[in-house]
Structure formats: C-alpha cells, structure tokens
C-alpha cells in the first residue's frame, strides 16, 4: 500500500466504522444471548475507554505517540457513538424497550440526540435495560467524550499557538 500511511487509514477509519455498522450482522445480539451481548458491550466501551484515556494521557503529558491525536481522538468518539448505537439496535429487538427504535438510522439517530442532550422525546427507553444503556451512555459521554473533546481542542490550540510563534511545539 504505497502512500498509505497509518494516519490515512485511521483518519479514513470513521467512514469504515459507520459502513460497518449499518451492514455487519448484529442478529445474534439483543435480548436473546444477553450474556454475550452485555460482556461485548463492556468490553468495548472498556477498550475504547482505555484507549482514549491513552491518547488523553499522552497529550497532557506532551508524549509523542504512534498515532496522531487530532486523528485517532475523533476516530474513537465515532466509535464509541457506534458503540451505543449497536446496544440500542441489539435492545430494540426487545418492542418494549425502545418503543419507536426500530432501525440502525434510529438507533445512531437516538445515540447522538442522547449525546447532544437534546431528548427530542421521540423515543425514549422503557425498560430497565434500555434506560442503563441510555444512564451509560449519558456518564460516558460526560467523562470519556467531554475529557476527549476538551483535550483535543487543548491539543490544537497549543498546535496553533505554536505555528504562530508562540510555544514550542509538541506534536
């Protein structure tokens, strides 16, 4: 692969997740093999939580990493957005959970008004699973997101800042 380099690949990784999502077969999650999808679930956000925390770290800390920040911060956020997204799809399998989730469009749509805290009111979670997801997915978004979002826009400011003359720059 000549002129593809790590930091394409992962810049284009956000595209790759999202066709991803809407065609890899999620059938065998949901409330049928709860086990399994719970244990997926956690393991995911762990991973992604572990990684961003890394990236975070390494920013704070002005260590040069393998990978850009300003490219691999973003692609995590994507994920973890796809994350949920696939929780509230495997739920909706359940009619009571999510009334009015009914496609992955629904289910990335309600992750991100979720996010965005907008809570149009459209769908809302009925059980008891639904509404942990959505309590997780709201802390999450409060701890990992926002520490994310906080850091990269440090990351780049001091980037900026540098260009102009005015710090030293750590890339």
Known sequence: MRGV???RLIAA???VLLVLYFTMPFDGLGPRRPAL?????????????????????????QR????????AIPALMVLTVLVFATAYHALADDPHAL?????????LYFTVVTLATVGYGDISPESQSARLVALL??????VFLTAAATTL???YRTRLA??????????
């Not at 040069?64 to 490219?71: E, N, R």
């Open 5 to 7: 380099t790590r930091e």
């Open 13 to 15: 990784s956000p595209a």
């Open 37 to 61: 999808s719970w244990t997926l679930f956690a393991l995911s956000l762990t991973l992604v939580a572990v990684l961003l925390t890394a990236h975070i770290r390494d920013i704070h800390l």
């Open 64 to 71: 040069t990493g393998a990978t850009h920040p300003g490219i």
């Open 99 to 107: 009334p009015g989730l009914g496609t992955r469009l629904d289910a």
């Open 137 to 142: 997915n709201i802390v999450y978004n409060l």
């Open 153 to 155: 826009t440090r990351y």
């Open 162 to 171: 540098a260009r102009r003359g005015a710090l030293p720059q750590n890339e």
